[in-house]
């Protein structure tokens, strides 16, 4: 829906560049792998980071690729 893209994007601010470019590429349905090979960290790396965003309540999976397709 259009208010989850606007709490996404302002999410995206509040982040770190490094943060910022994991959670887009969570929201686009990577996998934690590919993440992690695309940003040079580990899967287990992605995972904290993404269980530290979800303790915050700050990430949700949102697959926007099939919107752009």
């Known amino acids: 829906s259009v208010e989850r893209k606007i709490d996404f994007e302002r999410l995206l601010k509040r ?3 490094r943060d910022r470019r994991i959670a887009v590429l969570y929201a686009f349905g990577h ?3 590919e993440i ?3 940003v040079g960290l580990s899967q287990p790396t992605i995972h904290r980071v993404l269980a530290n965003m ?3 309540g ?3 999976r949102v697959n926007y690729r ?3 397709i």
């Open 15 to 17: 982040l770190s560049p």
């Open 31 to 33: 996998t934690q792998e």
């Open 36 to 38: 992690g090979a695309i």
């Open 54 to 56: 979800n303790k915050r």
């Open 58 to 60: 700050e990430i949700w």
């Open 66 to 68: 099939e919107e752009y």
